[in-house]
């Protein structure tokens, strides 16, 4: 079954769209206890979550993304809530739909999917058909709420990848996916950002778009983003960065972005190829509309450098991939030279 691609739709309207800030963050700010799972809010709290979507979508989302991010059977199990997979998901998708539908303009409620938190075989004991099996239960319950899109994001695992897509696709919902590159610019298992595009190669139905999220700053996702619209210039390339460095003072985490540098965040982003931007942990309602604004009036001018988002965004916290892979090539390079 063919679904319908409503990314494609508003693209074509709007050119870059975007895409929301952070759930944890902005639920912690609203009363979330440390280890409450935030999914459990959308039966307890639903006021709270609709708050959540509704500032959001003031501040000028485009894409919306569901309260599901730790919605499959393996997260939800931690706070024995397992055998509540699909009215969760539905919950959740139901409380984002009904803000989009009275928003009076075209909203894209994204059903959030993120990694089970196992391993799959044979690096731990969950096998791939038990991971396929696991996201499609939960996209079963997105879709029944109202999701029109799976949103797969903050993944390490090609496999994990590959099994959410394949689950997205046997429901019947057209999907994105998103890696988390905060290991040396790769993912935590090795994953490159210029080979996010090939996860889903022979898969019956190919992504509405791809890309990164969180990581670990601003200035490392757009990195990222160059290998990624590098490799394929072509495509739907998304980016949902986190909101600065996070920093502890105390117990508590804060985030180093200013509304200022999440606006300058959009610009180079998109100067950079991407199609829907966001933002990832830390970024606040405040931090969306300034960024809405920035994408507002924005032209989009040169490709910038690494060293121009070092500039502009402040310096990176990890290995450039790119800056890998090149060391690699020229230690490959300068072996052959000493051989010859």
Known sequence: MTATNPIDALLAEKGVLLADGATGTNLFAMGLEAGEAPELLNETSPDTIATLHQNFVDAGADIILTNSFGGTRHRLKLH????????????????????????????????????????????????????????????????????????????????????????????????????????????????????????????????????????????????????????????????KGNCGIPEFRGSEIHYSGTPELMADYVRLAVDAGAKIVGGCCGTSFAHLAAMRKALDAHEKSARPTVETIIERIGPMRNKLASAGSAEAGEGRRERRRSRA
């Not at 999907?175 to 590159?181: A, I, P, R």
Request: hydrophobic fraction near 45%; proline fraction near 4%; include cysteine.
């Open 80 to 239: 024995h809530a397992q055998d509540r997979v699909h009215d969760l998901n539905k919950r959740a998708a139901e409380i984002a739909r009904s803000v989009a539908d009275e928003a009076g303009r075209k909203v894209i409620v994204a059903g959030s999917v993120g990694p089970t938190g196992e391993l799959l075989v044979p690096l731990g004991a969950m096998t791939y058909e038990d991971a396929v099996d696991a996201f499609a239960e939960q996209i079963e319950g997105l879709k029944a709420g109202g999701a029109e899109v799976a949103w797969i994001e903050t993944m390490s695992a090609p496999d994990e990848i590959r099994a959410a897509a394949e689950a997205a696709i046997r429901v019947g919902l057209p999907y994105t996916y998103t890696g988390s590159f905060d290991t040396a610019g790769r993912t935590m298992m090795g994953l490159l950002p210029r080979d996010i595009h090939g996860v889903a190669d022979g898969l019956s139905q190919a992504p509405l778009g791809v890309g990164a999220n969180c990581g670990v700053g601003a200035a490392d996702i757009l990195a990222s983003l160059l290998d990624m619209t590098d490799a394929k210039p072509e495509a739907t390339v998304i980016v």
